[in-house]
Nanobody, 120 residues
Framework: QVQLVESGGGLVQAGGSLRLSCAASGSIRRINVMGWFRQAPGIQRDLVATITSGGSTDYVASVKGRFTISRDNAKNTVYLQMNSLKPEGTAVYYC??????????????WGQGTQVTVSS
């Protein structure tokens, strides 16, 4: 069974920084894309950033230059360094992975979410 476990959320003042981590565990053969999504109350879950196994990254326009996604393939872990945080960044942040687990083909997996609150 595959699990994605996030950590690093919390409360920060506008302009501050947080670093999120997400570790994938279980019977994993290979991880393709990993990424972060976020969902504010009453709003759909939206993409924040993704990173391929080769290290290619993509960001939503609103976080470019402020957020950095990275991953450690040996640890099956993805990170999101968030700098210059804004109040509109307040949301539950979800880790995502498209991976190949034992007994199944490539599937999408989600973490349980971690709350990020940015105060003005």
């Amino acid at each position: 069974q595959v699990q994605l476990v996030e950590s690093g959320g919390g409360l920060v003042q506008a302009g501050g920084s947080l670093r999120l981590s997400c570790a994938a565990s279980g019977s994993i053969r290979r991880i393709n894309v990993m990424g972060w999504f976020r969902q504010a109350p009453g709003i759909q879950r939206d993409l924040v950033a993704t990173i391929t196994s080769g290290g290619s990254t993509d960001y939503v326009a609103s976080v470019k230059g402020r957020f950095t996604i990275s991953r450690d393939n040996a640890k099956n872990t993805v990170y999101l360094q968030m700098n210059s945080l804004k109040p509109e960044g307040t949301a539950v942040y979800y880790c995502y992975a498209n991976l190949w687990a034992v007994g199944s083909g490539y599937r999408d997996y989600w973490g349980q979410g971690t709350q990020v609150t940015v105060s003005s």
